[in-house]
């Protein structure tokens, strides 16, 4: 008897605390799954602020005196030498195709929206085509994106019209028609052209038949597998996430490599602070400047220029992708890498960005140890890079709309480091006109910040249930897992594997609790203790294991937080 009370006085209040440790874990994620309720109170101001002189680029890429840009910006009309352009004319990048899911294994269609116009995504046969249409059902304007796959058809949920992809979007059963009764000849989806190529699902928005074909990787990667994206001399790494700022200022981010030391410093995939430094940045004028295509360049650190390394190559290509090639190591190295990245936009104050890098020339190690990664933990530590960036552009978006100025007014764009961002906003203020919104270096539309209405004026830190970037109006959950096959799949799977381990915890301390209080089964003598051998150490094994499963499935749904990275480190 001394036994069993002494090892159960031992034994509970430990496995109480495991099981409290866990849960705790778990509540915790559980409110960062959940966004709140808010409501917003409108704010309405206007600020004028002086500024003191400062060196700018002038429009040959010399420096010139900013006050003297700020008195030819101060306008949102065109300016006079625009650029033809008509964003309906183009094509958009939506997803990749491995996104859109095969009717056996899922019932799941795909929303996806352009410029605002929602679009709806489907497949009506496994690893068939993907149909796209517009995200509006003809009965009574209920969103299809809400509906389901039946049959292979496309379903609205509300009354159970059912579409078919494969005959152009036509309605072939209504369940409340009389039995004779024709189908409305009305009664057909708007399908919009659709194609996949290189693993990516294409659309184009222009009411007459496309003129060219979507645009191709090239740079030696023709032989790219044309459903997948793989191939098979490159490492081919594909990442989606959906971000809650305007597309333009997503493309002047990832078209800007001298942020990357700084905001992503000691970010695996990022860069280091001390490699901060000046560069070289051409802006190609032999490709006809500026034109409604876009603009090629190139660029290279001031570190590289003295060992005459090459340079980085860029196109930003319309309607928003961003190409980059080149020798990173230099010419004595064999890694090669390129970048594909799509910058498209959702809606006002929301865009996508469809992130493809390859590489080749890595040494047998290395490529080695990145295709054994999990797929997931590459997927999230690219959420973390931006939102790295999320939490300061979004302050760039509010400022803007405080103030109502431009870029041009405002930025200070040095030659070393700020030309593409320039060109960029420049290639916006030419073609801005036919675009739904835009905000250019001189120009803007006068919808472009509309989404901030509601978005009262102070800095997130003041604020920071408003932030945007922030985890309270959505997660990293609803930016990239809900959509990504692949990290969709990881977090269940280690949800399940932690509610296993959990029950196993739970089973373990019941069974040795029992047998300690059970003078039938102490009676039993040898026969108990090899069992409770095994049963006591699986307590804290499996407790500790599910803890730590519970951290682990928190980061699919904390985003990154500055904040508290801030806290923890000294500003001496």
């Known amino acids: 008897m001394t036994i069993k009370k002494g090892a159960s006085s031992l034994l509970l209040p430990l496995l109480i605390g495991f099981i409290v440790g866990i849960d705790r874990c778990d509540s915790w994620t559980a409110r960062a799954v959940i966004p709140r309720s808010l409501t917003s109170t409108s704010f309405s101001s206007t600020t004028t602020r002086s500024f003191p002189r400062e060196p700018v680029l002038s429009s040959a890429g010399s420096l010139q005196n900013k006050s003297r840009l700020r008195e030819t910006s101060a306008t949102t009309d065109a300016p006079s ?166 597309h333009s200022y997503l493309v002047e981010n990832l078209i800007d490599p001298a942020h990357i030391p700084i905001s992503h410093d000691a970010t695996p995939g990022g860069g280091k602070r001390e490699n901060a430094q000046a560069y070289e940045m051409i802006l190609d004028a032999s490709s006809g400047s500026m034109g409604s295509n876009g603009f090629t360049g190139r660029y290279r650190t001031a570190a590289q220029r003295e060992k005459d390394d090459p340079f980085i190559e860029v196109q930003y290509e319309a309607p928003g992708i961003i190409r980059q090639k080149g020798m990173p190591r230099g010419k004595d190295s ?98 801005g006109h036919g675009m739904p919104w835009f905000q250019g270096l001189a120009a803007r539309s006068e919808n472009v910040d509309g989404h901030l209405a509601d978005i009262p004026p102070s800095p997130p830190n003041l604020d920071p249930i408003h932030h945007r ?27 399940a594997l932690k509610r296993g381990m959990k029950a196993l915890a739970i089973a373990s301390i019941t069974l040795s609790c029992g047998m ?42 904390v985003s990154f937080k500055r904040k508290e990275q801030m806290s923890t480190e000294r500003g001496l």
């Open 81 to 246: 030498d625009t650029i033809q352009y008509n964003w309906k004319n183009q094509w958009y990048a939506l997803t990749y195709a491995s996104y859109v899911p095969n009717p056996s294994r899922s019932a799941e269609v795909t929303p996806a929206s352009v410029f605002g116009e929602p679009l709806v995504l489907w497949r009506s046969e496994n690893d068939g085509t993907v149909h796209c249409a517009d995200d509006v059902c003809p009965h009574r304007a209920a969103a299809l994106s809400e509906g389901r796959l039946r049959d292979g058809k496309l379903e609205c949920y509300y009354h159970g019209w059912q579409f078919d992809g494969k005959k152009d979007g036509e309605c072939n059963f209504i369940p409340q028609l009389e039995k004779d009764a024709r189908i409305p000849k009305r009664a057909c989806l708007k399908m919009r052209e659709c194609r996949t190529v290189e693993g990516i699902v294409w659309a184009w928005m222009g009411d007459e038949a496309p003129t060219f074909d979507p645009p191709t990787q090239g740079d030696g990667m023709e032989d790219i597998d044309p459903i997948t994206g793989k191939h098979e001399d490159y490492i081919v790494n594909d990442f989606q996430i959906d971000l809650p700022y305007d």
């Open 334 to 431: 064999p890694l090669r890498f390129g970048a594909a990245l799509h910058c498209m936009p959702l809606t006002l104050g929301r865009s996508r960005l469809l992130f493809r890098a390859y590489f080749t020339g890595l040494p047998p190690l290395l490529k080695f140890l990145v295709t054994i990664k999990p797929k997931f933990l590459a997927n999230l530590n690219s959420c973390k890079i931006l939102e790295q960036d999320a939490g300061l552009i979004t302050t760039q978006e509010d400022h803007f709309k405080r103030t109502g100025r431009t870029p041009g007014d405002d930025y200070i764009l040095l030659s070393s480091s700020d030309v593409f961002v320039k060109a960029y906003r420049q290639w916006l203020d030419g073609v």
């Open 469 to 495: 970037a922030g985890n309270y109006l959505e997660t990293r959950y609803h930016r990239h897992v809900m959509h990504c096959p692949a990290t969709r799949n990881a977090l269940r799977r280690i949800q």
């Open 516 to 557: 300690l209080t059970s003078d039938r089964l102490l009676s039993r003598g040898l026969l108990v203790r090899k069992m409770l051998r095994v049963l006591v150490p699986l307590i804290p094994i499996s407790s500790l294991a599910a803890a730590m499963l519970s951290r682990l499935e928190s980061r699919f749904f």
